[in-house]
Nanobody, 121 residues
Framework: QVQLVESGGGLVQPGGSLRLSCAAS???????TMWWYRQAPGKERELVA?????????KYADSVEGRFTISRDNTKNTLYLQVNSLQFEDSAVYFC??????????????WGQGTQVTVSS
């Protein structure tokens, strides 16, 4: 069955960095677009970034453009999110998701369980 397992979250000071990972199994990873979303307490889940099957196209939310970098390693079936220059408002649970569509269009059919990122001084 499809499994997505996030890791790499933690407590970090403002301005700090983390590298989030999402290990995928149960499907042909290279055949799917992949996404990162986040959800803060009391807020809706929001798009962070997406990446095409061959890493040729990427999409970012305006709020993270220039600070976050999405990447993938199809040989390791793993999705990454490098998060730099973290701000208080980046605190959230970060989820990876398998894309529903063949092209880089928003839509997720499977979610991981999430990894918590907390930015605090």
């Amino acid at each position: 069955q499809v499994q997505l397992v996030e890791s790499g979250g933690g407590l970090v000071q403002p301005g700090g960095s983390l590298r989030l990972s999402c290990a995928a199994s149960g499907f042909t990873f290279s055949g799917y677009t992949m996404w990162w979303y986040r959800q803060a307490p009391g807020k809706e889940r929001e798009l962070v970034a997406g990446i095409s099957r061959d890493s040729g196209s990427k999409k970012y939310a305006d709020s993270v453009e220039g600070r976050f970098t999405i990447s993938r390693d199809n040989t390791k079936n793993t999705l990454y999110l490098q998060v730099n220059s973290l701000q208080f408002e980046d605190s959230a649970v970060y989820f990876c998701g398998r894309g529903r569509y063949a092209y880089l269009v928003e839509g997720v059919d499977y979610w991981g369980q999430g990894t918590q990122v907390t930015v605090s001084s």
